[in-house]
């Protein structure tokens, strides 16, 4: 198949007017210009019109257990006031819920032109009854044993068997307050064994960051009165906890990281280079310390973006979520923006040249956006707003249905 439209973006080098892509199965065979492909490759073509074609978007962290608490919880005194606040709504729901949830957030993200996803579910258990997912989806099994310390390796083992029959799979121990060192020991046992990826939220309030360093602050309170043992506490920042326990690696991809100061960045600076996650638009709604974008580019790191649970955000939208953080960073370019919800996400998952781009060789993963102005391509990319009326996964449409 030969798939025509009016601008074809790469992403690997600049956009194609009157651009083509020759689709073989689940890879891509060729892309160029139409008259170029159209002589290169044989087969039917499909022309799609005034439209862009770009690579399918890579969510690099979402909850999707949480699709049905959209706008339950309004923004509380604290990040300790909201966990309270997202754990009593938990304890009302089934697995039945948890299921349709996941469910319904799936549809939402291919909607809105998302094609991969890193889902960190709570429930490994309930994947068997997700039987296709209409996305490309790596699983994490995000896992806690605050209150069962002891427990630390049968939970993480636990649930890799759970997770190993979804093929594409990692293991989330939650964060270093609600996880114990044992936990993320054996998680990392386990990800050099399986060769899988790993995936942690880590200094993302500021009262993660006063418990650890200060040994004080509502989230301190909170989980001492829960029973967590905090004797790791007042003696340095979460990152510096991590850095210095944990084997650093490319398996690693780290959500928030948006409370950190001036020793964690020396820190940074001489540490292996793993991934790091930004949700703009659920760092907006608890009103988060700035998050630190330029530096931690300028350091090196690979920047992804990803929507977090819509318990803290009001929708699966990645155009939302590039739009949100042009609007905080404006020196950041639209390019740039698109980059991290493509060949970022690519990176972070292994899958360079292969996902987040349009290049022969690569999986067939393609969105189609109309073209509706005459200005710059990307600003017209991440305007877009609502559903995408067109879409591939790994070879065959998918929308519309």
């Not at 940074?268 to 996650?277: G, N």
């Amino acid at each position: 198949m030969i798939i025509r439209a009016r601008t074809v973006v790469s992403m690997a080098g600049e956009p194609i007017d009157d651009g083509a892509v020759a689709v073989s199965g689940n890879k891509i065979a060729d892309v160029g210009r139409f008259d170029d492909v159209r002589q290169r490759q044989s087969g039917e073509v499909l022309d799609l019109g005034e439209q862009i074609l770009i690579p399918g978007l890579i969510n690099a962290h979402c909850h999707l257990d949480y699709t049905m608490l959209r706008g339950t919880i309004p923004p509380q005194r604290s990040f300790s006031d909201w966990i309270r606040a997202i754990n009593a709504e938990k304890a009302t729901l089934t697995d039945q819920d948890y299921i349709d949830s996941i469910r319904a957030g799936f549809a939402e993200a291919q909607r809105f032109g998302t094609t991969t996803i890193l889902n960190l579910t709570a429930f490994p258990n309930l994947i068997a009854a997700i039987k296709e997912p209409p996305v490309r989806t790596w699983w994490f099994g995000e896992l806690i044993d605050v209150r069962n310390p002891d427990d630390a390796e049968r939970i993480a083992d636990e649930a890799a068997e759970l997770l190993k029959p979804a093929r594409r799979w990692g293991l989330a121990p939650h964060a270093p307050f609600t996880a114990s060192q044992r936990l993320y020991a054996r998680c990392e046992e386990i990800a050099r064994r399986e060769n899988i990826l790993l995936t942690t939220h880590l200094a993302e309030s500021r009262e993660e960051m006063e418990m650890f360093r200060s040994a004080s602050g509502a989230a301190f309170n909170f989980l001492r009165e829960i029973g967590r043992p905090m004797d790791d506490c007042g003696r340095e920042t979460p990152l510096s906890l991590f850095m210095r326990t944990r084997t650093i690696d490319q398996r690693w991809i780290v959500a928030h990281l948006n409370a950190l100061d001036a020793g964690d960045f020396d820190l940074l600076d001489a540490a292996p280079k793993f991934h790091i996650v930004h949700c703009p638009r659920s760092h907006t709604f608890f009103g988060h310390t700035p998050f630190a974008l330029e530096r931690l580019r300028a350091l090196g790191f690979n920047i992804c973006l990803g929507t977090d649970s819509l318990a803290s955000n009001s929708s699966l939208s990645l155009f939302s979520e590039m739009r949100e953080l042009l609007d905080k960073e404006p020196r950041l370019s639209p390019r740039e923006a698109l980059e991290m919800t493509t060949v970022n996400g690519a990176a972070a998952l292994g899958q360079k040249n292969q996902l987040g781009c349009i290049r022969a060789g690569a999986t067939a993963d393609l969105i189609a956006l109309p073209l509706r102005s005459s200005t710059d391509v990307f600003e017209n990319i991440v305007a877009f707003e609502g559903a995408v009326p067109w879409m591939m996964v790994d070879g065959k449409i998918t929308l519309p249905v």
